[in-house]
């Protein structure tokens, strides 16, 4: 006859549950005690402002909380981008637990957009368990003109810098033009050359350009004609065409 205690598996029923979360009943239950005890003491201070005709004041949880203050630096909403996190199984339902989006550590939540995950940091909620209350505190004459006389410091030695950096990039700025110029110059040269070699080989093969020999071997009784002379110019040539006509 079959075991009844056995499963289909072979196994035992009700064997070994160790994986499942347990609970310390005693401290739990110390805990509750504690919620009561407090929940009654604030509704007595309710009860007792309410008959005295003034507005109730919760008093901050916990009583050591900080006042709400500045961040320091800008949220980084970018860093996961392009990046491969692991998260549970069925994380994608619900907020509660880790999850892939914008993880709160402190409230164990996961928000899929950035307009929750910015709210949710704002929220009494996220405060109250980083150990902040959604209170600002009040600052005090010699609070405001420590903060003033910070700012005047920092301007003046942003002025400074600023004065320098302008300086230095001035002149930067004039040795990348001189340097620009001397380019643009050599260029000019360079293509000058070029086109009056390429004009004096064009003379020659077109049998221009002798005027000065010519009259160097005449001993100067022969001269350009200016027409000549025009025309050449017009058509790119340095040379006259040269001419034999003879001085009267």
Request: proline share 3%.
């Amino acid at each position: 006859m079959p075991d009844d205690k056995k499963n289909a598996y072979g196994t035992e029923t009700g064997g070994d549950t160790n994986f499942r979360r347990t609970w310390d009943r005693e401290e739990w239950t110390a805990k509750a005690r504690e919620r009561e005890s407090q929940d009654r003491a604030t509704s007595k201070l309710h009860q007792e402002a309410k008959l005295a005709g003034k507005k109730f004041h919760r008093p901050p949880t916990p009583p050591d909380a900080n006042s709400t203050s500045a961040r320091a630096s800008r949220l980084n909403l970018e860093e996961n981008v392009n990046k491969t996190t692991l998260v549970p199984a069925g994380a994608g339902v619900g907020k509660r637990g880790k999850g892939a989006g914008f993880y709160c550590e402190a409230c164990d939540l996961t928000f899929k957009d950035s307009l929750q995950w910015v709210d949710h940091l704002n929220s009494k909620q996220h405060l109250h368990a980083v150990g902040e209350r959604d209170e600002v505190a009040i600052a005090t004459l010699e609070m405001v003109v420590e903060r003033l006389a910070w700012l005047k410091r920092r301007r003046e030695e942003e002025g400074r810098e600023g004065e320098v950096d302008l300086a230095k990039r001035l002149a930067e700025r004039a040795r990348a033009e001189e340097e620009e110029r001397v380019q643009r110059r050599e260029k000019r040269k360079l293509a000058r050359r070029e086109r009056k070699e390429r004009e004096r080989k064009l003379g020659n093969e077109r049998g221009f350009g002798g005027g000065d020999s010519e009259k160097a071997e005449g001993g100067g009784e022969e001269e350009d004609d200016p027409d000549a002379v025009a025309m050449a110019r017009m058509m790119g040539f340095t040379g006259g065409f040269g001419t034999t006509k003879k001085r009267s």
